[in-house]
């Protein structure tokens, strides 16, 4: 079965394998890292736009190691999991200050690069040098179940051992690098998670799980996600042409990119006068003179505020909205922080569901 699933696989790449990709085939390692960290937990489709634009904005790894990381951050937006771009900036830097600009040539040393693990260390080997090391990702995981019949769960560690197995088991030696592009192909275009071409399948024959009609019923996972939910108010604070930002911590979801002051809450609370009392005279010790709609004259709920913006992280529900508060000078408690004008606002790095908000409606909101 092994020798059968590799020749089958060899065989329709080489017939049937149409699927365009500006990274297939290259050899250049910098630009097979490149690829695989912007892939990582990102779709071809989306990933594709983002690979040719940091490819012609740096085009070597000295590049990208000089670039300022909010040039690089920026560049990286609206890509999510920015933990990524933070590790391909610091090895970037390790690589062109420490390693003259030469990546590592084997597989142990690739896989000691800062976010870099077992997959995309295996998939520079082996595209890069052809070295025998095999992919394996959910992709691998779905071919497998499906051709084997394997009924053990992938997210189990029986399961992650026997699937790694299997994996080094069908790996082509001599071809590691087309066999591994080979394989991540046939899992994205014919054997999908959902309706897949099981009809014009080179494997239709041998397939355990079509000839049980179980295709439907593989790969078995056993373990859910529990997802949870967060309530972020993000105070747009706006005086004279010019609006408070913040860089936001390391440790949380979106370290080193930039938000609105934030107020997070268990629930949704109405805006209303309590609310900002709490959050501006409380907590902040702002004067309600200061603010240009003073707060004793709001009588029902406050107006200028936005719809609610969601974003579903892999282990995080995230609902946002935004509240304009404007200021006829700055109060003493941000005098120190950080006002931008519109043509910085627009450089800095945001989260996605910052940029969701952000554009022409924003602007003419804070003029209401």
Same mark, same amino acid.
């Given at each position: 079965?092994?020798?059968?699933?590799?020749?089958?696989?060899?065989?329709?790449?080489?017939?049937?394998?149409?699927?365009?990709?500006?990274?297939?085939?290259?050899?250049?390692?910098?630009?097979?890292?490149?690829?695989?960290?912007?892939?990582?937990?990102?779709?071809?489709?989306?990933?594709?736009?983002?690979?040719?634009?940091?490819?012609?904005?740096?085009?070597?790894?000295?590049?990208?190691?000089?670039?300022?990381?909010?040039?690089?951050?920026?560049?990286?937006?609206?890509?999510?999991?920015?933990?990524?771009?933070?590790?391909?900036?610091?090895? *970037?830097?390790?690589?062109? +200050? @420490?390693?003259?600009?030469? =990546?590592? &040539? !084997?597989?142990?040393?690739? %896989?000691?690069? $800062?976010?870099?693990?077992?997959?995309?260390?295996?998939?520079?080997?082996?595209?890069?040098?052809?070295?025998?090391?095999?992919?394996?990702?959910?992709?691998?995981?779905?071919?497998?179940?499906?051709?084997?019949?394997?009924?053990?769960?992938?997210?189990?560690?029986?399961?992650?051992?026997?699937?790694?197995?299997?994996?080094?088991?069908?790996?082509?030696?001599?071809?590691?690098?087309?066999?591994?592009?080979?394989?991540?192909?046939?899992?994205?275009?014919?054997?999908?998670?959902?309706?897949?071409?099981? *009809?014009?399948?080179?494997? +239709? @024959?041998?397939?355990?799980? =079509?000839? &049980? !009609?179980?295709?439907?019923? %593989?790969?078995? $996972?056993?373990?859910?996600?529990?997802?949870?939910?967060?309530?972020?108010?993000?105070?747009?604070?706006?005086?004279?042409?010019?609006?408070?930002?913040?860089?936001?911590?390391?440790?949380?979801?979106?370290?080193?990119?930039?938000?609105?002051?934030?107020?997070?809450?268990?629930?949704?609370?109405?805006?209303?006068?309590?609310?900002?009392?709490?959050?501006?005279?409380?907590?902040?010790?702002?004067?309600?003179?200061?603010?240009?709609?003073?707060?004793?004259?709001?009588?029902?709920?406050?107006?200028?505020?936005?719809?609610?913006?969601?974003?579903?992280?892999?282990?995080?529900?995230?609902?946002?909205?935004?509240?304009?508060?404007?200021?006829?000078?700055?109060?003493?408690?941000?005098?120190?922080?950080?006002?931008?004008?519109?043509?910085?606002?627009?450089?800095?790095?945001?989260?996605?569901?910052?940029?969701?908000?952000?554009?022409?409606?924003?602007?003419?909101?804070?003029?209401?």
């Amino acid at each position: 079965m092994t020798q059968a699933f590799t020749q089958l696989l060899l065989k329709w790449n080489n017939s049937s394998n149409h699927r365009p990709m500006p990274w297939k085939g290259e050899k250049d390692p910098y630009k097979i890292w490149l690829s695989e960290i912007i892939l990582q937990q990102t779709r071809v489709e989306q990933g594709w736009a983002y690979y040719e634009k940091f490819v012609a904005t740096y085009p070597t790894v000295h590049d990208l190691a000089n670039a300022k990381d909010e040039k690089v951050l920026k560049l990286w937006e609206g890509l999510g999991y920015y933990n990524r771009c933070k590790n391909l900036i610091l090895t *970037a830097r390790y690589i062109s +200050k @420490k390693l003259n600009g030469v =990546f590592p &040539n !084997n597989y142990e040393s690739l %896989l000691s690069l $800062k976010g870099v693990g077992p997959y995309t260390a295996s998939a520079i080997a082996s595209f890069a040098y052809n070295l025998p090391y095999a992919v394996v990702d959910g992709n691998v995981f779905r071919v497998f179940a499906r051709f084997y019949g394997i009924h053990i769960p992938t997210d189990t560690k029986e399961g992650f051992h026997l699937f790694n197995k299997i994996a080094d088991e069908n790996l082509s030696k001599k071809q590691a690098g087309v066999y591994n592009q080979a394989l991540m192909d046939f899992g994205a275009t014919v054997c999908k998670p959902s309706t897949p071409n099981c *009809a014009s399948c080179v494997m +239709k @024959k041998t397939c355990v799980a =079509f000839l &049980n !009609n179980q295709v439907n019923q %593989l790969p078995i $996972k056993v373990k859910s996600i529990e997802r949870k939910k967060r309530h972020f108010d993000f105070f747009c604070f706006y005086s004279k042409g010019k609006w408070l930002v913040q860089k936001r911590l390391e440790g949380d979801i979106w370290g080193g990119l930039y938000q609105f002051y934030l107020n997070e809450n268990k629930s949704v609370p109405p805006v209303n006068l309590g609310y900002l009392h709490e959050v501006l005279v409380n907590q902040l010790g702002i004067s309600s003179k200061e603010i240009s709609i003073p707060l004793k004259q709001l009588k029902q709920n406050y107006e200028p505020v936005s719809p609610s913006y969601n974003q579903a992280l892999t282990h995080q529900l995230l609902q946002a909205r935004f509240i304009l508060v404007k200021f006829d000078t700055i109060p003493a408690v941000f005098s120190k922080a950080l006002w931008v004008n519109q043509k910085q606002l627009n450089q800095l790095p945001f989260p996605k569901i910052i940029n969701q908000f952000l554009g022409q409606d924003f602007i003419n909101w804070c003029k209401t």
